[in-house]
Each structure stands twice: as structure tokens, then as C-alpha cells.
């Protein structure tokens, strides 16, 4: 049975949610509740629209164009939902492979280390949103603690590895 995956919107440009223009993927459902947060509307797992990973799939490649240079999947938290994630991403390289793939995620890169998923992606923005680190100066991220993860350096050196900007 295809799990189904709880969505709350699909924005067609971005260049906030990583680097380049950027589909962005908001995932519905998060289970940290960081004051402060963000997206806020986007805790609860009730609401948004369902998908199933193809389905998801095909809504995020209407959207692509030859100037997109990624898929970012924001929330919410999408390693909440991380084996439909896993999923979607899976089929979006089979359809367009010149694509990266970042996620963002309140959860700590060494405390998701072993999901299948990260062997999927390019970059992992990790940790909670800390109100008291809030830095509206910094690139991708909103507080101080959170980290922009490289994440086949990270596999492969098995540590946390940040990435550099070229």
C-alpha cells in the first residue's frame, strides 16, 4: 500500500530555500514546536492536501523549468514523513537528474544519520529553530545553531560535515 503524504503547499519559485531558484515543497506535520517558529499553520499533520509519492511527484515537475537549479522540501518537517520523501525524490531523479535536493529539518543530522533518504539528497539544513539565535542575516537558515549540511561528505565521513559555498 502507497503511503500517502500530507502536503501543505508547493511554491514555484524560490531563491530563499536554497541556492538558485528553487521549487519548494512545504510539508504538513511537524512534532517540535519551536517558538517562534515560521510556519507555524504548518505543526499540526491534519490539514494540507494527501499525495502519493508519484502523485507529489508529477505536481513538483508541472513546476520545473530549465532555469530551476533544485527541489527544496521545507515544512512542517519533511523527515517526519521521511519514506514518502524518500519516495518522491526517487522518482523525481528518475524524470530529472540534473536537479538538487536540499531538506530541511529540526531534527540533528547525527540523529538521522541511518535514513535512507539522506542517500537521496545534497543538503540537509538540521536543527530546531532556536528564538534566542533568531539571525535574520544568514543565508538559508533562521537561527544561529542551525547547520547547512553537505550531505554526501556527511555519508562518506560519516560527521557532520558543513557545506562550503562556491
Not at 518522491?88 to 531538506?103: A, G, P, R
Request: aromatic share 8%; proline share 5%; hydrophobic share 40%.
Amino acid at each position: 500500500m502507497t503511503k500517502l503524504i500530507q502536503v501543505a503547499d508547493i511554491l514555484a519559485e524560490s531563491v530563499v530555500d536554497g541556492k538558485g531558484l528553487r521549487v519548494v515543497v512545504f510539508f504538513q506535520g511537524c512534532p517540535r514546536r519551536c517558538p517562534g517558529c515560521h510556519n507555524e499553520a504548518l505543526l499540526p499533520f491534519k490539514g494540507g492536501k494527501q499525495y502519493t509519492p508519484a502523485a507529489l511527484a508529477d505536481q513538483i515537475l508541472k513546476k520545473v523549468t530549465p532555469l530551476h537549479k533544485g527541489i527544496t522540501f521545507s515544512g512542517g518537517d519533511p523527515l517526519a514523513q521521511a519514506d514518502g520523501l524518500l519516495e518522491v525524490i526517487q522518482i523525481l531523479k528518475q524524470k530529472q537528474s540534473t536537479l538538487d535536493y536540499w531538506v530541511y529539518t529540526g531534527y540533528l543530522y547525527e540523529d538521522v544519520s541511518e535514513y535512507d533518504v539522506l542517500h537521496e539528497i545534497d543538503v540537509l539544513v538540521d536543527g530546531p529553530f532556536i528564538l534566542a539565535e533568531r539571525d535574520l542575516t544568514l543565508p538559508f537558515r533562521g537561527s544561529t545553531n542551525q547547520r547547512i549540511l553537505d550531505v554526501p561528505k556527511s555519508l562518506a565521513m560519516n560527521k557532520a560535515t558543513i557545506l562550503v559555498f562556491s
